[in-house]
């Protein structure tokens, strides 16, 4: 009975001998050793530049988050009789829905007229044109990659 517990732990031990001088094969212990360190260095390494990296894309979103991520413009004819829609509306919000309005109306005669208007929690506090309210409408209701 011992004996063939014997061959067996013999054969266990051959397919470990085995696996070890195929692991070690072509590398000295110490230069294993040595490669085994650079690895966890770089690790290491890695782990502080992703925490960097981290930090600095919170840091950018946080930046963004005050910026105009909305938008909506509507084109159209300021004077009928003149043709072709030159005049427009620029509706610019933040994620608060504050921001501006930019009204360029063009005349081919007199030249170009540019209106702002603040826009603060998605309301004026001057009367809005037709078109002023549907470009804000669009702007409130862009979905900004920062939601």
Do not use: P
């Amino acid at each position: 009975m011992v004996f063939i517990f014997l061959i067996v732990l013999l054969g266990k031990y051959n397919s470990l001998k085995k696996s070890y001088d195929k692991f070690m094969m072509g590398k000295k212990a110490k230069s294993l050793e040595d490669e085994i360190a650079s690895i966890f260095e770089d690790i290491s390494l890695l782990k502080i530049s992703a925490d960097k990296s981290k930090r600095d894309i919170k840091k950018i979103i946080e930046n963004l988050r005050d910026t105009y991520q909305r938008v909506g413009i509507v084109k159209y004819d300021a004077f009928k009789e003149m043709g072709g829609k030159l005049s427009f509306v620029l509706a610019l919000l933040d994620k608060n829905n504050d921001g501006i309005l930019l009204n360029s109306i063009h005349s081919s005669r007199e030249g170009c007229y540019i209106y702002l208007k603040e826009i603060i929690k998605g309301e004026s506090f001057l009367e809005l044109s037709k078109e002023e309210r549907t470009a804000l409408e669009q702007a409130i209701k862009y979905n900004s990659f920062m939601e």
